[in-house]
Nanobody, 128 residues
Framework: VQLQASGGGSVQAGGSLRLSCTASGFDLDLYAIGWFRRAPGKEREGVSCMSNSDDRTTFHADSVRGRFAISRDNSKNTVYLQMNNLKPEDTAVYYC?????????????????????WGQGTLVTVSS
């Protein structure tokens, strides 16, 4: 039972990356899902979240709204984070989890099962 995150890399400012988070051993579509990040010297923060497959409402931190999109593919038991127009301040290790958290406004409204299950991080580096 685990989450596996992938897709990180190095890009220039303005570029795009897509992160993937694949679940094994459980049905991810029943769960809330969130992407978090930890930048160097900073605390971990919520980036984008999505309710379970019955709802699919999305939530984003103000810092990424309009640039990042979260989606699900139930056939692959996978959630994606499409990151566009990346900025140097987006540089961080990104994690997926079956929960949501601050500073995303309304994060407590993300529907679905919650658990404290985390994928390993994937590093995103954005150069100016």
């Amino acid at each position: 039972v685990q989450l596996q995150a992938s897709g990180g890399g190095s890009v220039q400012a303005g570029g795009s990356l897509r992160l993937s988070c694949t679940a094994s051993g459980f049905d991810l579509d029943l769960y809330a899902i969130g992407w978090f990040r930890r930048a160097p010297g900073k605390e971990r923060e919520g980036v984008s979240c999505m309710s379970n497959s019955d709802d699919r409402t999305t939530f984003h931190a103000d810092s990424v709204r309009g640039r990042f999109a979260i989606s699900r593919d139930n056939s692959k038991n996978t959630v994606y984070l499409q990151m566009n127009n990346l900025k140097p301040e987006d540089t961080a290790v990104y994690y997926c989890a079956t929960k949501c958290g601050p500073p995303i406004r309304g994060f407590n409204n993300v529907r679905g099962r919650w658990s404290d299950r985390w994928g390993q991080g994937t590093l995103v580096t954005v150069s100016s």
